[in-house]
């Protein structure tokens, strides 16, 4: 079945930028149906979407994030990417990676969940 | 400060029955369809009910989900111990052009 796996630095010091990967196995990242995305939670905190990609390049961000946030795709590797630039301490997080699909009436949902990776900013 | 309101909390014991509100406006949950997550300590958010009341397969028919107006709701019947867990509310915002979520209610069966 449909798995999602993030991966990239645990650490990441103030001022620099924040790099993740998803990859996607068990599926197509090219399906006409979905989008890929990236949702964080701060410690002891709430889900927060961070933005979302479709594999033809299209994207939306949360506005509150998007001067410094970049997803990108890479269709021939069934992956795609998250760069958060000027990262600080606030940025610290538990970084998920997740597909949103939709159901025959077309509204859409997130179902599969990447398990997360745990960012912190520290110098 | 979360665009969706959800109670912090909810406590009940073991068979009863707990209703978590979401509350919205009409930008999300009034014009989009509502899905719920059951985080349990150190994992993922899994998907509990998506387009306001369907349940994936594999989820027992003791959550249900419904929506009315500008909130909506989850309801566990037969608590489990195993429910105790984090549940979120989310909806697409057509003003913010994005996902938002609840805030988050922590479960607890004593």
């Known amino acids: 079945q449909l798995q999602l796996q993030e991966s990239g630095p645990g650490l990441v010091k103030p001022s620099e930028t924040l790099s993740l990967t998803c990859t996607v196995s068990g599926g197509s990242i090219s399906s006409n149906s979905d989008y890929w995305g990236w949702i964080r939670q701060p410690p002891g905190k709430g889900l927060e979407w961070i933005g979302s990609i479709y594999y033809s390049g299209s994207t939306y961000y949360n506005p509150s994030l998007k001067s410094r946030v970049t997803i990108s795709v890479d269709t021939s590797k069934n992956q795609f990417s998250l760069k958060v630039s000027s990262v600080t301490a606030a940025d610290t997080a538990v970084y998920h990676c997740?597909?949103?699909?939709?159901?025959?009436?077309?509204?859409?949902?997130?179902?599969?969940w990447g398990k997360g990776t745990t960012v912190t900013v520290s110098s | 400060q979360s665009v969706l309101t959800q109670p912090p909390s909810a406590s009940r014991t073991p068979g009863q029955r707990v209703t978590i509100s979401c509350s919205g406006s009409?930008?999300?949950?009034?014009?989009?369809?509502v899905n719920w997550y059951q985080q349990l300590p150190g994992t993922a958010p899994k998907l509990l009910i998506y387009?306001?009341?369907q349940r994936p397969s594999g989820v027992p028919d003791r959550f249900s989900g419904s929506k009315s107006g500008t909130s909506a709701s989850l309801a566990i019947s037969g608590l489990q111990s195993e429910d105790e867990a984090d549940y979120y509310c989310?909806?697409?915002?057509?003003?913010?052009?994005?996902?938002?979520f609840g805030g988050g209610t922590k479960l607890t069966v004593l």
């Open positions: 997740a597909r949103t699909t939709v159901d025959v009436r077309r509204y859409y949902y997130m179902d599969v």
């Open positions: 989310a909806a697409w915002d057509d003003s913010l052009n994005g996902w938002v």
């Open positions: 387009s306001n009341n």
């Open positions: 009409s930008s999300n949950i009034g014009s989009n369809t």
